[in-house]
């Protein structure tokens, strides 16, 4: 018997359970982000949206539990073009521990005139690369 034939084929349609896990997905309430964290939600994880907008937060929340009504979906203001507030936020979470954090935040700048972070770095190099490491 071959090893395909003994494991479930991946289907997009029915994820695997993700019960008991925990994972943090940055801009999680727009977009590609609040996709996934949506998709997430509805294996049985536990889903935490780290956005620096709690009222777009509090929405994305609202609306993944339309759709998945047991979602276990919470909510961390995190700024990460401000890499002085990330140890806070991680202190904010109050978990023991993440299983994965999906790296979704980023900011776009198009023709902008420069624009720094308060640690004096490029808006979108700040946010997009030394916030997320």
Request: charged share 20%; proline share 3%; glycine share 10%.
């Amino acid at each position: 018997m071959s090893f395909a034939s003994q494991s479930r084929l991946w289907d997009v349609h029915r994820l695997p359970s993700a019960e008991g896990r925990i994972f943090l997905v940055t801009g999680g309430n727009a977009g590609i982000g609040y996709f996934v964290a949506e998709q997430l939600a509805a294996t049985g994880a536990v889903v935490v949206l780290g956005s620096r907008d709690a009222a777009k937060a509090d929405a994305a929340m609202a609306a993944i539990r339309s759709r998945v009504p047991d979602a276990h979906v919470r909510q961390l203001q995190l700024d990460l073009a401000d890499l002085s507030s990330l140890t806070a936020a991680v202190d904010r979470l109050g978990l023991d521990h993440l299983d994965a954090v999906i790296h979704n935040a980023e900011v776009a700048l198009d023709d902008p005139p420069r624009r720094e972070t308060g640690d004096g770095h490029d808006l979108m190099f700040g946010t997009n690369h030394l916030g997320l490491r």
